[in-house]
C-alpha cells in the first residue's frame, strides 16, 4: 500500500498538470489511460506525458506507443511520474530519455508560519502578473521564448484554488511561488529566489506563506517537490521525503531505438 503522504504527492500534482493542459495554448492528446498534452514551442515543460494508469499487462506496450507518439512529435518533452504512475523505464531509456529524480515532501498544516522580519510575501492578482513572472524567470532562468507563453498560461489559470505570491525586500520584488489547492492538500510549486537575494531566508518565507494561504483554506497538510537547492529550506519548515517524482526527459537529437526493436503490436510488457 502506498504511503498516503506519497498519494497527496501524486494526485496534486496531478491536478496541476490536468488544470494546465486545458488551457488554449495546449493539445490534450487521446489517450484514456494517461494525460498527454503538447505544443507547438521546444519546451519539455510545455509537452507532457503523466499520470499514466496502464492495464496489467499493457504496460511496455502502452509506454512504447506514447513515447513513440511524442518523439514524432518532434519537441523536447517530459514524461512525469510518482510511484502509482510509473511507465516502463527500460523502454524510455532505449528511447534516449534521461532519468531525473526529485524528492516529493510532505507536511501537516497545524498553526500559522511567521515570516522573517522585513520580508513581505503577499497575493499577486493577474493586474500584477508581470511582477511575478519577472521573479520566476530570473530565479529559474527561463529561456526568453517561453516566458510569454508561460505568462499567458498563469493569467488564463485561475480560481481560488490557484494564487501566486511574490515576495518583496522594501520595494524590490525578490522571490514568489504558487498555490495549488486541491481538497486537503496545499500543493507549493514555483518557488524560487532572485540569485543574488538567495541565503537571506526569502524561500523559506515564501514558503512559509504558501503554507498559511492553505491552511486559511482549510487545508490540513501541504507537498512540493524539491530541488537540491530548496531540500534543507524546507525540511526547516517541517517537510520530509515520502516518495521521489520522477522525470524522463527527451530532446531532439536524442537516440532513439531502431524501429525494429520497439514493442511489436500485440505484445504485452
Not at 9 to 27: G, H, I, K, Q, Y
Not at 107 to 122: M, N, Q, S, W
Not at 167 to 174: F, I, N, R
Request: charged content about 20%; aromatic content about 8%; overall charge negative.
Amino acid at each position: 500500500m502506498f504511503d498516503p503522504r506519497a498519494v497527496a504527492v501524486e494526485a496534486n500534482l496531478s491536478a496541476f498538470m490536468d488544470l494546465v493542459s486545458r488551457d488554449p495554448l495546449f493539445t490534450r492528446r487521446d489517450h484514456d489511460d494517461a494525460l498527454v498534452f503538447t505544443c507547438d514551442l521546444d519546451f519539455p515543460l510545455f509537452n507532457v506525458a503523466c499520470d499514466a494508469a496502464f492495464a496489467p499487462g499493457r504496460l511496455a506496450r502502452r509506454t512504447a506507443e506514447i513515447a513513440d507518439e511524442l518523439i514524432a512529435h518532434g519537441r523536447s518533452w517530459r514524461w512525469g511520474a510518482g510511484p502509482g504512475s510509473l511507465p516502463d523505464e527500460p523502454t524510455l531509456l532505449e528511447r534516449g530519455l534521461e532519468r531525473g529524480d526529485a524528492p516529493g515532501m510532505h507536511v501537516a498544516l497545524t498553526e500559522p508560519l511567521a515570516t522573517p522580519d522585513g520580508i513581505r510575501v503577499g497575493v499577486i492578482g493577474t493586474d500584477r502578473l508581470d511582477v511575478f513572472l519577472d521573479v520566476f524567470a530570473a530565479g529559474f532562468e527561463m529561456p526568453e521564448f517561453v516566458i510569454g507563453p508561460f505568462g499567458e498560461v498563469i493569467a488564463r489559470t485561475g480560481g481560488d484554488w490557484f494564487v501566486n505570491v511574490v515576495a518583496w525586500d522594501g520595494t524590490e520584488p525578490v522571490g514568489c511561488g504558487t498555490l495549488v489547492h486541491t481538497g486537503h492538500t496545499a500543493g507549493l510549486y514555483n518557488i524560487t529566489t532572485l540569485r543574488a537575494s538567495r541565503g537571506r531566508g526569502i524561500g523559506g518565507a515564501v514558503t512559509a506563506a504558501l503554507m498559511n494561504l492553505g491552511l486559511e483554506r482549510g487545508c490540513t497538510e501541504a507537498v512540493l517537490t524539491a530541488t537540491p537547492l530548496g531540500q534543507p529550506v524546507y525540511e526547516r519548515l517541517g517537510f520530509v521525503e515520502v516518495c521521489p517524482v520522477i522525470a524522463y526527459g527527451w530532446t531532439p537529437g536524442a537516440n532513439v531505438v531502431d524501429p525494429r526493436h520497439q514493442t511489436a503490436p500485440g505484445a504485452t510488457n
